[in-house]
C-alpha cells in the first residue's frame, strides 16, 4: 500500500522560509515523478512542484523562483523548500506520485497523506 507523510509546516511570516519533507512507503521511489501540491478550502488541489526520477523540475508559476523541489531516491523522500513565502502560499501541503506528468498534472489519486499545514501570516 502507498503511503505519504508530509511534515515541516508551520506559521511563518512573509519573507520566511520552510522546506517540507514527503517520506514515501510502498512504491519503487526512483522510477516515480514526484509531485508537491496544496490546497485551500474550497478548492481543488493545485500542483505547485514536480520532479523527475533524474531530477528535471517543473513549477507553477505562482512559485516560480522562490520554491525548490529536491528528492533523496536512496531515503525515498521528496522535499520542498521555500523562500519568500506569501501570505497566498498559506494552504495545506501534500505530495503525490506518478508514472508520468501528465498524472501529476491531473492529480486523481486514490491515496494522499495527511498533508502538512503552512500558513503564512504577519
Known amino acids: 500500500q502507498v503511503q505519504f507523510v508530509e511534515s515541516g509546516g508551520d506559521l511563518v511570516h512573509p519573507g520566511g522560509s520552510l522546506r517540507l519533507s514527503c517520506a514515501t512507503r510502498?512504491?519503487?521511489?526512483?522510477?516515480?515523478?514526484m509531485g508537491w501540491y496544496r490546497q485551500t478550502p474550497g478548492n481543488p488541489r493545485e500542483l505547485v512542484a514536480l520532479?523527475?526520477?533524474?531530477?528535471?523540475?517543473e513549477y507553477g508559476d505562482s512559485v516560480k523562483g522562490r520554491f525548490a523541489i529536491s528528492r533523496d531516491n536512496a531515503k525515498e523522500a521528496v522535499y520542498l523548500q521555500m523562500n519568500n513565502l506569501k501570505p497566498e502560499d498559506t494552504a495545506v501541503y501534500y505530495c503525490?506520485?506518478?508514472?508520468?506528468?501528465?498524472?501529476?498534472?491531473?492529480?486523481?489519486?486514490?491515496?494522499w497523506g495527511l498533508g502538512t499545514q503552512v500558513t503564512v501570516s504577519p
Open positions: 520532479i523527475t526520477g533524474r531530477g528535471s523540475t
Open positions: 510502498g512504491i519503487i521511489f526512483s522510477a516515480y515523478i
Open positions: 503525490n506520485a506518478a508514472i508520468t506528468r501528465n498524472i501529476l498534472r491531473i492529480g486523481n489519486f486514490d491515496s
